[in-house]
């Protein structure tokens, strides 16, 4: 049976940064993650320059295996409606590809990790916390977003409240594509419902576009 003191469930940018950091405390950490590194991850991916700050990120530094694609401003309206464009005149957020960030994150961290492996059985036992039968760690961090197994298994009531219907897509845009697009690589373009319980985003990033449809709806 593996052993660890800290097992950090969710390989996100949470769970990496959280595992990094007990790491270099000298803390035995074991981060596990259901989906094999880089993985597909449907989000706009707007982080501030906070973020960076934050997780110590050089923007030079990413941006040369990495896409990093400053914004200066916003294009907002309502879907078939009034619009407007706001100028910052500054860079106030970064795009990135979540796919990216996250295995960037992950290999900088440098913590020994189990990948490809979803968290089946939770159980504490002899004052341990044991994991799909063969993994026991003295704690355990559920990172693994809004639907995390740990909280999960422990009995939240995941799944009931109300819920948001969301439609992505990223793909890689031609020079052609590129070209014809009318929204321009710093400004992202957000448009919502007029009743505020939907919206729509269409975010270039690079030679990458990123759509998406979002709306509220009750779970039923």
Same mark, same amino acid.
């Given at each position: 049976?593996?052993?660890?003191?800290?097992?950090?469930?969710?390989?996100?940018?949470?769970?990496?940064?959280?595992?990094?950091?007990?790491?270099?405390?000298?803390?035995?950490?074991?981060?596990?993650?259901?989906?094999?590194?880089?993985?597909?991850?449907?989000?706009?991916?707007?982080? /501030?320059?906070?973020?960076?700050?934050?997780?110590?990120?050089?923007?030079?530094?990413?941006?040369?295996?990495?896409?990093?694609?400053?914004?200066?401003?916003?294009?907002?309206?309502?879907?078939?409606?009034?619009?407007?464009?706001?100028?910052?005149?500054?860079?106030?957020?970064?795009?990135? +590809?979540?796919? %990216?960030?996250?295995?960037?994150?992950?290999?900088?961290?440098?913590?020994?990790?189990?990948?490809?492996?979803?968290?089946?059985?939770?159980?504490?036992?002899?004052?341990?916390?044991?994991?799909?039968?063969?993994?026991?760690?003295?704690?355990?961090?559920?990172?693994?977003?809004?639907?995390?197994?740990?909280? +999960?298994?422990?009995?939240?009531?995941?799944?009931? %409240?109300?819920?948001?219907?969301?439609?992505?897509?990223?793909?890689?845009?031609?020079? %052609?594509?590129?070209?014809?697009?009318?929204?321009?690589?710093?400004?992202?373009?957000?448009?919502?419902? +007029?009743?505020?319980?939907?919206?729509?985003?269409?975010?270039?990033?690079?030679?990458?576009? /990123?759509?998406?449809?979002?709306?509220? /709806?009750?779970?039923?």
């Amino acid at each position: 049976m593996d052993s660890c003191e800290v097992l950090i469930v969710g390989g996100g940018p949470a769970g990496s940064t959280c595992a990094g950091r007990l790491m270099q405390a000298g803390v035995d950490v074991l981060l596990l993650d259901k989906e094999k590194f880089p993985r597909p991850k449907p989000c706009a991916g707007w982080i /501030t320059p906070k973020v960076l700050e934050t997780l110590a990120i050089d923007p030079d530094e990413y941006r040369r295996e990495q896409l990093l694609q400053e914004i200066c401003n916003f294009r907002i309206g309502l879907i078939n409606g009034p619009e407007t464009v706001i100028r910052y005149g500054k860079v106030v957020s970064y795009g990135i +590809r979540r796919c %990216e960030f996250d295995h960037y994150l992950l290999k900088r961290s440098a913590v020994h990790h189990s990948l490809g492996e979803p968290v089946a059985a939770l159980e504490r036992k002899d004052g341990w916390w044991v994991v799909n039968g063969h993994i026991r760690a003295r704690l355990v961090v559920g990172a693994g977003g809004h639907f995390c197994p740990v909280g +999960r298994l422990l009995g939240a009531k995941i799944g009931t %409240e109300e819920v948001i219907i969301a439609r992505v897509a990223e793909f890689a845009m031609s020079r %052609e594509e590129e070209h014809l697009c009318p929204i321009p690589a710093d400004t992202p373009a957000l448009f919502f419902c +007029r009743d505020l319980k939907g919206y729509g985003w269409l975010f270039r990033k690079g030679t990458f576009s /990123t759509s998406a449809w979002d709306a509220w /709806t009750k779970k039923t």
